[in-house]
């Protein structure tokens, strides 16, 4: 745990409350969201509870074990799909409350385990290599996801559990009979969101909307099944002490068995979210953050939050930002905005009872709207079309099949492509020298100084790029056209960067193929990687003797020029 600094102690103060009180009416929002699926007259009021205690849990060990300074971390849309994903096929499959706060409890301590393991490895930095069009698809798909859903809460109804059902399905929901005083609410809740800014930025229009919307709710006298209800009070309790949850009838093997690849993809798409935020404050604050030791934090976070049956989340780059803009810089802004949100818990609960779910619909439905990267989609003509697709591709599955295959199926088809520039680039930069034309096929610069009794019998191939699975195909294609009355071909290796087993094995053939029409082979410059690589398997110097390879093409030259003295 890295040092906590205290000079900062007002500013941070009020960053934290600022972003607690930001934090409130979204972590009951997802909360409810996630719970979206489960027909229960309780089920409101229990998932409000699970996203005010993941935001509480995971915002403070957070910030307490993370590596990112000013960091606000809890409930987020993207996390909160991939629960109510869960959330739905538990309860589809076996009706009961209390399987579905143990499976949720249980993915959300999977998810802290593989983010801590994630930070111990140290890939954080590996996020970097995400390619932009699946990541643009893949948020898009999600904002969309949480509009869809909440467009039934926000007329009174319940939402369908499967996408294509929320499609589908609206259309002769509508026309069954809708609440139009939710409706008003939702709308209103929606336009002071996007008019409130425009007024005044120093008070958070979430909260605004939450707290106008709600007290003009009271006039309306509405269905008890259109409001949030009562809240529990008093200290979150572990999953396994909760006096409301029975572990009688509880099939752990099955539990654990579905709860672990939604940890995963959680861990994953959290990870994801969090460095991105932190990359964000970053780039406000002008400071840096430990990649990994923000993973092993959240990870924290997650583990404590799914104990004591809170939703999963991670790093939040809304309520940073805001938090940085209030003043907030230090760890301990991120414990503040968590205790903020522990006596809301502890002494407010009861007055949540009254918020109506489309008010939190149309706070959703604003959340979504920004996920959406329409700046994407308005490119779509001007990128590769490669990119396009990909995005297009990974936003549909996003939206039709589910998250995990999306990003798997996005990732493996950008690799793909990837592989096809980097075989286009390498295709694009083979060149040679033929033997009886050896001055018309312009020899690299430092090339002068070939003895002129041998240039009829030398053949120079010069590689440009990496040489594996991607680039065999033109490799393999190039070494064919070695002339077989070469007496000497070489071999220059000064721009492949990089070997692996497949283009070292081609390598190997192609040499023993230019070998057996008895030509010698040279290697010039070899990098440090296919060195490790052609002496690892022996193909030096067994095949091409270590007197056979040269660091610079000058000593190439004046071995070739000894040669030829000796001939």
């Known amino acids: 745990m890295a040092f906590i600094e205290t000079n900062n102690l007002k500013g941070d103060i009020f960053g ?97 385990l593989f983010q801590i393991l994630f930070g111990v490895i140290k890939i954080g930095k590996y996020v970097r290599y995400i390619p932009y069009p699946v990541l643009s ?11 869809l859903q909440q467009l ?45 800014p425009k007024i005044s930025k120093k008070v958070p229009a979430t909260l605004v909307a939450l707290l106008v919307m709600t007290v003009v709710s009271l006039f309306f006298k509405m269905e008890d099944r259109l409001l949030i209800g009562a809240i529990p009070g008093g200290l979150p309790m572990p999953f396994f002490a909760n006096t409301n949850i029975s572990l009688a009838g509880i099939d752990w093997y099955e539990t654990i068995k579905v709860a672990i690849v939604p940890g995963l993809t959680l861990a994953g798409l959290g990870s994801i ?26 990870g924290i976070g997650n583990m404590m939050g799914g104990l004591f049956c809170g939703i999963g989340g991670a790093g939040a780059t809304m309520r940073t930002v805001v938090n940085v803009k209030s003043g907030g810089r230090t760890k301990i802004s991120g414990m503040i905005h ?5 006596a809301i818990l502890l002494g407010l609960g009861g007055l949540v009872r009254y918020v109506p779910l489309s008010v939190l619909a149309g706070i959703l439905i604003t959340v979504g709207w920004g996920i959406i990267d329409f700046k994407g989609f308005k490119d779509l003509l001007k990128i590769p079309k490669a990119d396009a697709s990909v995005l297009l591709i990974v936003f549909g599955l996003t939206v039709l099949v589910d998250l995990l295959t999306a990003v798997g199926i996005g990732m493996v088809i950008a690799c793909v492509l990837f592989m096809k520039r980097a075989s ?36 120079i191939q010069r590689l440009n790029g990496p040489i594996f699975f991607g680039t065999i ?95």
């Not at 698809?137 to 949480?146: A, D, L, N, R, T």
Request: proline content about 4%; some cysteine.
């Open 16 to 112: 934290g409350i600022t972003a607690g009180i930001v934090a409130l009416p979204l972590a009951l929002a997802f909360g409810i969201q996630a719970f979206g699926s489960v027909d229960d007259p309780s089920a409101s009021s229990i998932g409000a509870l699970a996203g005010l205690i993941g935001a509480t849990l995971l915002g403070f060990f957070a910030s307490l074990f993370g590596g990112t300074h000013s960091q606000i971390s809890g409930p987020t849309g993207p996390m909160t799909v991939i629960t109510a994903t869960l959330i739905s096929g538990v309860w589809a499959s076996q009706h009961s409350l209390s399987a579905v706060l143990i499976s949720m409890s249980m993915a959300g301590i999977f998810c802290g």
């Open 137 to 147: 698809g893949f948020m898009s798909g999600i904002g969309v996801i949480i509009i």
């Open 152 to 196: 039934y809460a926000l007329v009174g109804l319940k939402s369908p559990v499967l996408t294509v059902d929320m499609i589908v399905e609206l259309p002769e929901r509508l026309s069954g009979g809708i609440s139009y005083e939710a409706l008003l609410l939702g709308l209103g809740t929606i336009a002071i969101i996007w008019l409130m």
């Open 273 to 298: 979210d969090t460095l991105l935020t932190s990359v964000v404050a970053d780039n406000i604050t002008k400071t840096h953050h430990n990649s990994n030791q923000e993973l092993i934090g959240q």
């Open 338 to 342: 968590s205790l903020f949100l522990l």
């Open 424 to 459: 286009d680039l390498v295709e694009g930069g083979y060149s040679s020298s033929v033997m009886t034309n050896f001055d018309k096929e312009s020899p690299w610069a430092d090339e002068g100084g070939i003895p002129e009794s041998l240039k009829d019998h030398i053949y």
């Open 473 to 567: 195909t033109k490799f393999q294609s190039v070494m064919n056209d070695v002339p077989t009355d070469a007496k000497i071909v070489i071999i220059r290796m000064r721009l492949v960067s990089f070997m692996d087993q497949s283009g070292l094995y081609a390598m190997e053939t192609a040499i023993k193929d230019i070998q057996s029409h008895g030509a010698t082979v040279l290697m010039t410059i070899i990098q440090p990687q296919p060195m490790y690589m052609l002496k690892t398997m022996d193909v030096i110097p067994d095949l091409v003797p270590e007197e056979h390879t040269f660091k610079t093409f000058e000593d190439c030259t004046e071995f070739l020029k000894a040669c030829s003295m000796k001939h």
